[in-house]
């Protein structure tokens, strides 16, 4: 599913029409629609299949999915003022700055850092390594029970 970044009155009805976003993405060279259906307008920024902007006819706002860097949310923010939006994410945080979205620097920087990994009491085992250790520990309460009652 992925986390969306979305752009939406402020004032729920009405929304971003279909048509008024259409009549936007027209308007601007920086965008062009590659697919429409009943339900979604998708447009691409800049030419770059990485940046995807869908117009949801359900929800009467734009969204992008999981964005891999600023540029894509930066435009959002940009834009929001024509249709008097706000920029959002899933978890209601508002992006209107730079300083909310961050620098593709940051991103960088961010993708390269990976999680410290769990101590080894903390991992899960898969079904087969269960079932080992199971045997394993049930043969040695045995072997305990033999040798010393």
């Known amino acids: 599913m992925g986390y969306h970044i979305t752009l939406s009155r ?7 029409t279909a048509r008024e ?3 936007f993405v027209a308007e601007r ?3 062009t629609i590659v697919e429409e259906n009943e339900h979604f307008i998708t447009a691409v920024l800049d030419g770059d299949d990485s940046l995807i902007l869908h ?3 359900g929800a009467d706002s734009v969204f992008t999915s ?3 860097g600023p540029r894509i949310i930066e435009y959002l923010a940009s834009i929001a003022p024509i249709f008097g939006g706000v920029v959002t994410g899933d978890e209601g945080e508002a992006y209107t700055t730079e300083s909310d979205w961050g620098t593709q620097a940051d991103w ?4 390269s850092i990976r999680p410290a990994p769990k101590p080894w009491w903390k991992r899960e085992l898969s ?3 269960r079932l080992a250790v199971g045997l394993l520990l049930g043969a040695l309460i045995l072997l305990i029970r033999e040798v010393f009652f």
């Open 10 to 16: 402020r004032a729920s009805p009405p929304g971003i």
């Open 21 to 23: 976003w259409r009549d």
């Open 29 to 31: 060279s920086e965008l």
């Open 55 to 57: 117009h949801s006819s």
């Open 66 to 68: 999981s964005p891999n």
């Open 108 to 111: 960088d920087a961010q993708a």
């Open 127 to 129: 079904r087969g390594k």
